[in-house]
């Protein structure tokens, strides 16, 4: 517990940093207390529902994605205690992380950039790292999807927090390049890394800081969660045409997947996203 909030503090001065006089979004209390209790070895279901009910907020978003498009229960989910338990731990803790930054950060705004097509992006990514991962890597399945969600969430923070940061971005969105490299380049560090402080900060679980940050890896380079790394590309400032056939190839070198059923699963990830994406915003 000590080196966690060690962790943090740390994580804590390094946002300072960055982000300037930036106030920092939070977590509420309870959401808090939700991921804890869904993340311990001896969850109790449902004394999570009953924290999660005491988030008007959090509950009405929870049965909101529940009864979506994207699930498509075959009866109307009413309860709290009834969506909890058809999620199941794992991709419960998975969606509470997921709602839990989404709605930190629904307040940022900057000039130029598109929150929604932010969402709609990460989106995309979760619902294609989940598809990969029920082919190739079943056990991490929930870790990939929440990670390839949050994979930039700094950048909306970074654009509206960090000026010299809206030259690079603004910069790499007509093409300048390999955003990791113009970051690096200019201040020394990636937006994957400022998304890890930001999960030590908001008390989130190590191991999605750990996918996240090393999507900035080369490609070269052995990761702990390949699947994340592998839908980073999606982000690519491309036409859509050029963005999935970059991602094809992409799966292809990294997993082994023919472009037919690398591009088929793409497509089919990026209609579920959408989906996905309107229960987020």
């Not at 909101?64 to 205690?81: D, E, F, K, L, M």
């Not at 803790?93 to 929604?116: H, K, N, W, Y």
């Not at 300048?176 to 008390?203: C, M, N």
Request: glycine share 8%; aromatic share 6%.
């Amino acid at each position: 517990m000590l080196r966690k909030r060690s962790r943090a503090k740390d994580a804590g001065s390094d946002l300072r940093r960055v982000l300037g006089g930036m106030e920092l979004p939070t977590i509420p209390g309870v959401v808090t207390m939700a991921i804890e209790q869904v993340s311990a070895p001896d969850c109790d279901m449902r004394l999570v529902a009953e924290t999660v009910s005491r988030d008007p907020g959090l509950s009405a978003r929870i049965l909101s994605v529940v009864n979506s498009a994207a699930y498509a229960p075959r009866n109307p989910i009413v309860g709290v205690a009834q969506a909890v338990t058809m999620f199941g731990k794992n991709h419960l803790e998975s969606m509470l992380i997921s709602l839990a930054a989404s709605r930190a950060t629904s307040q940022v705004t900057a000039p130029g950039f598109d929150l929604g097509g932010f969402w709609q992006i990460a989106a995309w990514k979760a619902s294609a790292a989940g598809t990969i991962s029920r082919r190739l890597d079943r056990a991490r399945s929930s870790e990939n999807f929440s990670a390839a969600l949050l994979q930039d969430i700094a950048v909306p923070l970074l654009v509206s927090g960090h000026p010299p940061y809206r030259a690079v971005f603004a910069d790499w969105q007509s093409g300048g390049g390999d955003l990791i490299a113009l970051e690096r380049d200019a201040f020394g560090w990636t937006h994957y890394e400022v998304a890890g402080w930001l999960f030590d900060e908001w008390g989130f679980p190590e191991k999605l800081r750990v996918a996240v940050t090393e999507s900035g890896e080369p490609e070269s380079a052995v990761v702990e969660y390949p699947v994340v790394r592998a839908v980073a590309c999606l982000s690519a400032p491309l036409p859509q045409p050029e963005i999935i056939a970059g991602a094809a190839a992409v799966l292809h070198e990294t997993f082994g997947l023919d472009s037919e059923t690398a591009t088929r699963l793409l497509e089919t990830a990026r209609v579920d996203g959408a989906k996905l994406a309107q229960s987020l915003s």
